[in-house]
């Protein structure tokens, strides 16, 4: 809270105006031994004393920055460019929120369209909203989309059981005043797709999944489609620099986490929920979107044209509130994707793909160690001979995070372990994490 210097002539005009004689009249209600009670506290430290108390209590922390991380399950690790933070740290972007007023917010809602221009290409769909919360709340909308889109007499969602637990936690969340059915499925999702029928609203598929593994999703779309179903494909945007989209292969929803471009992991949020969709969706999306436009002199200029909020429409009009515009989180991921480019964002991609393998192959090559067999992007699972919980506790004690002990969400899943390779893994750690798996297995 900032310090407000009321001179006592300040303080005696508010003191008038409200018909008070004095300061302490305020608090004539509460009794007189209540008033300031005694609190405790140490002596007063100087400031060099307490940036060296914080400095000290800041170095006790274990972050992805001064030890080998190998932790992803939805959170990446991933180079983020100075110039990101150098420019959106601007202060004429910090003191903006929701450009309301176009003619005062031309540089904010550039900024979205740009955004919002890059990522349907990277996602591979006609349009992209500006946004929300994180890739899970992205889903849950997506598939109240769909539910809307098909009526009531479409009420199952069709979701893969290795969807992120949390993300099918917020999505049951979502939908629990719904008279929704939930159908898990665990086989690849284009034997599963053909199991859609009449009651359908629609179907999910994560690419890749919470394990990482990234399944081949062609003749997905045609399948669903013959039921009546929406497709929706939950996404890794990392990946997509690489990997054909999910537009190609006919989503008509794409959600993903904006996180991985161009964010810290910064102790779990804030994240960035992206969601983009065909034409065919546009006017049913939450969320916000800018289109560009020219004035009468044919002078450039941007416009929301789409808002789909209680603020800009009546309320039993709006698709949902749950969608405020994360400004400051999509113009790190605007400025990252304008600095990377698409060779740029492929380069990452591959050092993902191509490190994440060197780490599955040599530590596959660890007698007692197992790797997941299939294709996979940036994680994968391995399974050990000894709990995977207490090879993380020893690990972490050694400067190492060897990654997530799946028996956080599955405890019959005690000896498998989630481990992440980005781009930000070197050959060193990587060889130092099997030596490590090896001795903290034995």
Known sequence: MPFIPNTDADRAAMLAAIGAKSVEELFSDIPAGKRYPKLGLQAGISELEVLREIEALAAKNLSASNSAWFLGAGAYNHFIPAIVPALATRGEFLSAYTPYQPEVSQGTLQAIFEYQSMAAELLGVDTVNASHYDGATALAEAVIMALSHGGSARPKVMLPAALHP?????????????????????DVPAVA???????????????????????????????????????????????????????????????????????????????????????????????????????????????????????????????????????????????????????????????????AHYAARTIAAVPGLAVAEGEFFKEFVVRTPVPAQEIVDKLERRGIVPGLALSRYYPDRAHELLVCVTEMSTKAQIELLAQSLKEAAL
């Open 166 to 186: 949390e993300y099918k936690d917020v999505l049951r969340t979502y939908l629990a005043a719904f008279s929704d059915e939930i159908e898990e499925y665990s």
């Open 193 to 355: 797709a053909s199991r859609t029928d009449a009651a359908t609203a629609c179907f999910i598929a994560a690419y890749p999944d919470f394990e990482g593994r990234v399944h081949d999703l062609s003749g997905i779309a045609d399948a669903v489609h013959a039921s009546g179903a929406v497709f929706i494909v939950s996404a890794d945007p990392i990946m997509l620099g690489l990997l054909k989209s999910p537009g190609s292969y006919g989503a008509d929803i794409v959600t993903a986490e904006g996180q991985s471009l161009g964010n810290p992991m910064n102790f779990g949020g804030p994240f960035l929920g992206m969601m983009g969709a065909t034409q065919k969706f546009v006017r049913k999306m939450p969320g916000r979107i800018v289109g560009q436009a020219a004035d009468h002199e044919g002078r450039r200029g941007f416009v929301l044209t789409l808002s789909a909020r209680e603020q800009h429409i009546r309320r039993e009009k709006a698709v949902s509130n749950i969608c405020s515009n994360q400004g400051l989180v999509m113009l790190m991921t605007t400025i990252y994707l304008e600095a990377l480019g698409k060779s740029g964002l492929k380069a990452v991609a591959e050092l993902c793909w191509n490190k």
